[in-house]
């Protein structure tokens, strides 16, 4: 919930009309609302500030950035060693917060030749790694392909990714970007490995929240805009998915799954669909005025 969602367009600052006053009317009648996202590039706090100048009414514990729980993941099992990082500084900032150890973030360079590099054992590699953690990272290079994969090596060494979106497109702008998920694909095709994957639609986002929160699927609405990440995480987690038309997927793109004999494309079918978030307010409204009705 997020992009597409409650805002819109290149910069994430145009606000879908009448989303403040959806999430203020939610909680006004008792209900927990979270914001949860894949993005890997972002923070808790990042989050938060946002949701404060967008006019967002929000907790900064509601918010759960896929960075944030790769690193209360690793906290929670008492993870001691380092972290090799394929990422933006998001995740190194969150694991810091953690407690936990990492490097690998920013460009890096073995220089010259590997195989020399490897014989003269100037390859960088830290014993101490014991996990590597990949999200989205503008400075991913075969270098850090060569290191990722060599830890990975090591069977013992835990493989996690934020996510696996494989590209963003920005609503409003002919941009599609490719996203964490091609770099995942990468590490693990290279590694014969499979990543542990943090953010949607991997149920690991609801265990957190029924650990920390109470939430009960049955009694939970995942909103979202994507199909593969957003309806996706809310049917394969046993809660009530709506897909709204104001981000990535169109209704026909819906009524196209439908077609499909994929079971892995159907799940990826929304419950219901809104034009907009805002309509929300609308089905509060008729069930408030039918409530009154039947009092009568």
Not at 176 to 199: D, F, N, W, Y
Not at 202 to 219: C, D
Request: hydrophobic share 40%; net charge negative; proline share 4%.
């Amino acid at each position: 919930m997020g992009t597409g969602v409650l805002w819109q367009g290149a910069q994430g600052t145009d606000v879908v009309p009448r989303a403040q006053e959806v999430v203020s009317r939610l909680k006004s009648m008792g209900k927990k609302v979270f914001l949860v996202t894949n993005n890997s590039t972002v923070t808790q706090d990042d989050c938060y500030r946002k949701c404060n100048t967008l006019g967002f009414s929000v907790e900064r514990e509601s918010i759960i950035c896929a960075p944030f729980v790769l690193a209360q993941y690793l906290k929670e099992i008492n993870f001691q060693k380092k972290v090799y990082v394929v990422g933006a500084a998001a995740i190194a900032q969150e694991m810091q917060d953690a407690g936990i150890r990492c490097i690998g973030i920013g460009p890096e360079r073995i220089g010259g030749s590997i195989y020399a590099a490897l014989a003269e054992g100037k390859l960088g590699l830290d014993p101490e790694v014991g996990a590597v953690a990949v999200g989205f990272d503008r400075e991913f290079s075969y270098d850090k392909l060569v290191r990722a994969v060599t830890y990975l090596a090591n069977p013992e060494c835990l493989f996690l990714a934020t996510n696996t979106d494989e590209k963003y497109i920005v609503t409003g702008t002919p941009l599609h970007l490719p996203a964490a998920g091609i770099l995942v694909k990468a590490i693990e095709k290279a590694s014969s490995r499979q990543a542990q994957v943090m953010g949607k639609p991997s149920p690991t986002i609801l265990y957190m929240l029924q650990a920390r929160y109470g939430v009960q699927p049955q009694k939970t609405l995942v909103i979202g805009d994507t199909l593969a990440s957003d309806i996706m995480f809310g049917n394969e987690c046993g809660m009530w998915s709506v897909l709204v038309l104001t981000g990535v997927a169109s209704l026909q793109d819906a009524r196209n799954l439908s077609l499909a004999n994929d079971p892995l494309l159907q799940k990826q079918i929304p419950l219901f669909y809104l034009e907009s978030v805002a309509d929300i307010l609308t089905l509060l409204d008729s069930a408030a005025n039918n409530n009154v009705n039947e009092q009568h």
